[in-house]
């Protein structure tokens, strides 16, 4: 049963880098799919951040683009977020997920997420 | 960008009833790719459909998916206590986004 967890700091502050790292359990993240994160604001909606392939290939929200890195540590089955220049509007809690890839004969596609990680929030603040 | 938005914003319905939940995509999503979430206070969403249609593992027959193009619905046939939460709906066939949620609650 694939299980993940996030950890990192739970205050950062305003213009640093926010880190974190989701560790997976109960199944190899080299033995595909991707790895993705989103975030949630608190008492609003879910936004997807980016989503990272084992072999380093990764995609990102066009929206947060600029500021977001996502890295695979296969030897410890884990992956991790960077978020650069955060403000306020950066509080969220941040999940992290499988996210299901699916191919066919001609093409592959990024689809849904599941599981998701418990979650952990982090305060943007001085 | 696809903007995804859900109807009502409230649902205050009984148990026993049966709920009828809307998602709707500014654009069209190719090969219904959509998905549909439960969260529930403190954790974090819960796949339910995917594909439009399709139940995820463990999921019960009460929960049932349709549509296309523009137009998605999330049913729950009698709800049961556990059910109420709130519903996001999900796109991937145009990068990803979500719906803003549906809070389904206890009338």
């Known amino acids: 049963q694939v299980q993940l967890q996030e950890s990192g700091p739970g205050l950062v502050k305003p213009s640093e880098t926010l880190s974190l790292t989701c560790a997976v359990s109960?199944?190899?993240?080299?033995?595909?799919?991707?790895w993705g994160w989103i975030r949630q604001p608190p008492g609003k909606g879910l936004e997807w951040i980016g989503s990272t392939y084992y072999s380093g290939s990764s995609y990102y929200n066009p929206s947060l683009m600029s500021r977001v890195s996502i890295s695979v540590d296969t030897s410890k089955n884990q992956f991790s977020l960077r978020l650069s220049s955060v403000t306020a509007a950066d509080t969220a809690v941040y999940y992290c997920?499988?996210?299901?890839?699916?191919?066919?004969?001609?093409?592959?596609?990024?689809?849904?997420?599941?599981?998701w990680g418990q979650g952990t929030l982090v305060t943007v603040s001085s | 960008e696809i903007v995804l938005t859900q109807s009502p914003g409230t649902l205050s319905l009984s148990p026993g009833e049966r709920a009828s939940l809307s998602c709707r995509a500014s654009q069209s999503v190719s090969s219904s790719y959509l998905a549909w979430y439960q969260q529930k206070p403190g954790q974090a969403p819960r796949l339910l459909i995917f594909?439009?249609?399709s139940r995820a593992t463990g999921i019960p027959d009460r929960f049932s998916g349709s549509g296309s193009g523009t137009d998605f619905t999330l049913t729950i046939s009698r709800l049961e206590p556990e059910d109420f939460a709130v519903y996001y709906c999900?796109?991937?066939?145009?990068?990803?986004?979500f719906g803003q949620g549906t809070k389904l609650e206890i009338k």
């Open positions: 594909g439009t249609s």
């Open positions: 109960g199944y190899s993240i080299s033995r595909g799919d991707y």
């Open positions: 997920a499988r996210h299901i890839l699916y191919c066919n004969s001609s093409s592959c596609s990024l689809n849904w997420f599941a599981p």
């Open positions: 999900q796109q991937y066939g145009n990068s990803h986004s």
